[in-house]
Structures are given as structure tokens and as C-alpha cells.
């Protein structure tokens, strides 16, 4: 079964578990990442910070995590279960109003707004520590997709860099990656 054949609450478990890979092989979580001026705890720091804030802006609180600058690791596992774990609630089928975004299926705007963002940083961790994502290329497809329709209206939010030129014929996940700003044959 595909990342998109998947509920939201199944989707977010996927992806999470991915993320988590290759935060638990973090050595140094002050290396540098492809997003420019970040290191790899930033990416973590970046995960929580936003989406704790997106969810009590709509009236959700998630229990308070360890910080990240203290352990990003542990700041990452609690998170990650706070979230899952609203996924696997009842509150997963209530309404969420979020004074930007509208209203949505709480378990949907959650899939919208952050599972994917989770999947493409976990791009930006993998590279940092010099490791492969694994990825997969058909949701890597639908995103990108989903995302060239709307290029002006990210690009204009300031989230997203300038798109970095691919290969015509590169795969899913380089599509995306170049899409979103960052540059697929990165290094640290």
C-alpha cells in the first residue's frame, strides 16, 4: 500500500517513523542541513515550534515536549506521539478552525499542513547526516503535483526558496526536492 493510499492517521505513523530513521541516527545535531543558515536540530526545533502553534491557534493543545535545544531527539519522540496520538482519537473526526487556513477535519488539515511537511524535512535531515531519504517516489509524484498548481501562492509565503533545476527525466523525490528549493545533489 502507498503513502497515499493511507488514512491520515496511518500516513502521519508512516512518515513519522521515517523521520524518526534518521533522527535516531543523528550524531551531530549541529550539522549543517540544505535549508540555508539551519543545522539538523533546527529541522526538529522547526517541526514542533510551527505546528504546536498552528494547532493552538485553532483551539489544540499538544502536551509540552522537552525542548529541543536540550535534546532534540527526545523533543522529536514526544511530539511525534502527541500528534499520533490526536490522529488516533476520537477529536481526529471534530472540526478544526484555524483562523488562516479555514476549517477543516482536524485529522485532515494535520495531513495536509504537517504530515507533508514532515515527509519533505525528512529529506533535509537524511541529507544532513549524508544518508539516503527512502522517500517514496509516488507520494513524493502527488505532492509535487499538488504543489505546481499553487507555485506562486508558497513561493509568496516565504516558506519555500527558488526552485533548483532538475534533470527532465529525475525521479519523484529529486522533482520535489528541487521544487521546494533545495538543491538534490546537496552535501554536508
Known sequence: MTLSELTPADRHRAIAAGFTEHAVAVRDWAVPTPVT???????????????????????????????????????WYAHSAAVQGLLDSEAADGEFTHPMVGTHRLADAIDRFYTADVYMHTWDLAASNGQKSGLEPEFAAQLFAGMVGIEDLLRSSGQYGPPVAVADDADPVTRLVGFIGRDPAWSS
Open 37 to 75: 543558515d539551519w543545522i539538523a536540530g533546527d529541522v526538529v526545533a522547526h517541526l514542533v515550534g510551527w505546528f504546536t502553534e498552528f494547532l493552538s491557534a485553532g483551539g489544540v493543545a499538544l502536551p509540552a515536549a522537552p525542548p529541543v535545544a536540550d535534546d532534540p531527539l527526545a523533543a
